[in-house]
């Protein structure tokens, strides 16, 4: 192959996949509906990339190109219609990922929360261990400022992502199972098949599977040793022990491990979620063979990833943190972890849905989370792939909020609320397009801080 064609080029697993492509000298173009940070830094890399459905633009010669696409994408779009129709060779993103990783040491992350953290934290560990590795994340590095890396060694590090049942296309050497929980209805149905994938995951594993302790995944589903972690529970095989916040929210623990106590580490972001996802890219990368103490400085030096607890204002006065939560298991814990961040302070949460099945199915467990906040801003839904359903909207989660302080907005309207209303910590949450007012709120919260400082000498 000489052309490389992604539809749905824009998508964080895609962009990933097309810089890997480019990397390798191949010619990449494709398609997104909408313009985006990720699709602007590929033009920056000279890919192509048009935002109108235009079939002329596939490549002419079909027996040099590999379509590449997301399921995300509708069926009859008119370039995937003349990709099937005309015989290029069509490849779903996970199987091109799958491709990859044979022949090499693949370590994977998988599991419905914590997997973007983790696998992005594994790649961080091995390349600054000197191990190195290449990795496809699910989130924009902020050690490296992309979804990308890229090294001449055998290892790969892939975020193996349950949709649609992508990560069955890996067989991992390690993996790392964070969460087992019902989402994806759409694609499952029940929780029963969510299960029945995990376990076939772990099934296609050949060395170590590192489950999170509670997880339905047993030693009769895998031919791998089966090894857990936790936050809490000492049963398992990797635990921290002492686990504490200092004054900024950064935790402090010692690890225990199966070979014995590793001590004083500090995880690089806050939040106890953060120490649990520590302990679990510890134990991948201790068991693939990165030596203890390397570990422990790469955990340290760990900056995070864009969009999970992402802090942009910290300051005893005013507080601004982001985070791509849209699952309640999701919202549970990162609401957690911001209360010992911000402990004793007023927690104002803005949450756009994501998708109108998600919000059907999980109506009643994202109102039980969000009435852990102590005041909600709830936004409409975002629906991404899925067409409007009959009855479902955010009034569903809304009239279950048991907060007292609670108003359901237009994203349009959100900005003229804000400019009114005080805040201490406010939090967005959200995997649509909730992402677009980071930089306004951000910069609505420095001004604030900037009048009220002003206001305070004027008043000295």
Not at 367 to 383: F, H, M, R, T
Request: glycine share 8%; proline share 6%.
């Amino acid at each position: 192959m000489k052309n490389v064609y992604f539809i749905g080029i824009g998508g964080i697993g895609m962009s990933a996949l097309a810089q890997y492509y480019k990397f390798k000298g191949l010619q990449v173009a494709g398609y997104d509906r909408t313009p985006s940070d990720l699709t602007f830094a590929l033009e920056r890399e000279g890919i192509d990339v048009h935002y109108m459905d235009r079939p002329d633009l596939l490549p002419p010669d079909k027996n040099e190109t590999l379509v590449v696409y997301t399921p995300a994408v509708p069926a009859d779009l008119k370039e995937m219609v003349k990709a099937r129709e005309e015989g290029y060779l069509l490849m779903k993103r996970s199987r091109a990922l799958g491709e990859l990783a044979r022949g090499q040491h693949c370590l994977a992350v998988a599991g419905t929360h914590g997997k973007t953290t983790t696998s992005t934290l594994l790649a961080h560990i091995l390349t600054r261990s000197g191990e190195g590795c290449s990795a496809f994340l699910g989130g924009i590095s902020r050690n490296y400022g992309t979804n990308l890396l890229m090294s001449e060694t055998p290892a790969i590090v892939a975020e193996a992502d349950e949709f649609d049942r992508s990560f069955l296309a890996l067989y991992p050497e390690i993996a790392v199972i964070t969460s087992v929980d019902p989402d994806h209805l759409d694609i499952y149905g029940d929780y029963t098949h969510v299960v029945e994938a995990f376990r076939t995951f772990a099934s296609q594993v050949s060395g170590t599977v590192i489950a999170k302790k509670g997880t339905p995944i047993g030693p009769e589903d895998t031919p791998a040793k089966l090894l857990t972690y936790h936050y809490t529970d000492r049963t398992a095989d990797f635990y921290p022990i002492g686990a504490a916040p200092d004054e900024c929210g950064y935790f402090h623990f010692d690890l225990h491990t199966p070979s014995g106590i590793v001590k004083d580490f500090r995880v690089g972001i806050p939040g106890w979620v953060n120490c649990e996802n520590s302990v679990a890219a510890a134990a991948a990368a201790l068991c693939y063979g990165i030596p203890a103490d390397a570990v422990r400085e790469a955990i340290g030096s760990f900056e995070g990833v864009k969009r999970r607890l992402e802090v942009h204002v910290n300051t005893p006065r005013l507080s601004y943190i982001d985070d791509y939560a849209h699952h309640p298991a999701e919202l549970n814990s990162a609401i957690s972890s911001m209360r010992d961040i911000f402990p004793g302070r007023k927690l104002t949460a803005i949450f756009q849905p994501h998708l109108y099945s998600r919000t059907r199915d999980f109506a009643p467990a994202f109102a039980e989370a969000l009435s852990k906040v102590d005041k909600l801003i709830l936004l409409d839904i975002y629906p991404a792939r899925e067409e409007p359903i009959p009855g479902v909207t955010s009034e569903m989660i809304f009239k279950d909020v048991t907060l007292p302080e609670k108003v359901l907005l237009k994203k349009e309207e959100l900005m003229d609320y804000l400019s009114e209303e005080p805040l201490d910590v406010l939090a967005t949450f959200g995997a649509g397009n909730i992402d677009r007012f980071i930089e306004p709120i951000t910069e609505l919260v420095n001004t604030r801080l900037g009048s009220q400082a002003a206001t305070k000498l004027y008043n000295l």
